[in-house]
């Protein structure tokens, strides 16, 4: 089945950005894409999400700093994150889902925000 390698995590001090890239090993056209993300003892939280119609959602600690895409061709999805703060820091994971028929997560790239 699809498998999906999140990268582009890593170190960064505050106010700088990151671009986080989920790559695909099948077509990804009819799935919506989600970010999520999971600090140190907390839970998972929806980052940003994009359907396969290219819809986006996006959590409200992040609107306005994080932009979600796509690019089918590449069978890849992407977070572009700005401005970003040390309560960003956390592990980052992909999905890919479709409603009732599919839902695979990536394994996680780390990301950390420190000065």
């Known amino acids: 089945q699809v498998q999906l390698v999140e990268s582009g995590g890593g170190l960064v001090q505050p106010g700088e950005s990151l671009r986080l890239s989920c790559a695909a090993s099948g077509s990804i056209g009819i799935y919506n894409v989600g970010w999520y993300r999971q600090p140190p003892g907390k839970q998972r939280e929806l980052v940003a999400s994009?359907?396969?119609?290219?819809?986006?959602n996006y959590g409200d600690s992040v609107k306005g700093r994080f932009t979600i895409s796509r690019d089918n061709a590449k069978n890849t999805g992407y977070l572009q994150m700005n401005g970003l703060k040390p309560e960003d820091s956390a592990v980052y994971y992909c999905n890919l889902n479709r409603r009732g028929t599919f839902n695979i997560w990536g394994q996680g790239t780390q990301v950390t925000v420190s000065s």
């Open positions: 994009i359907t396969s119609g290219g819809v986006t």
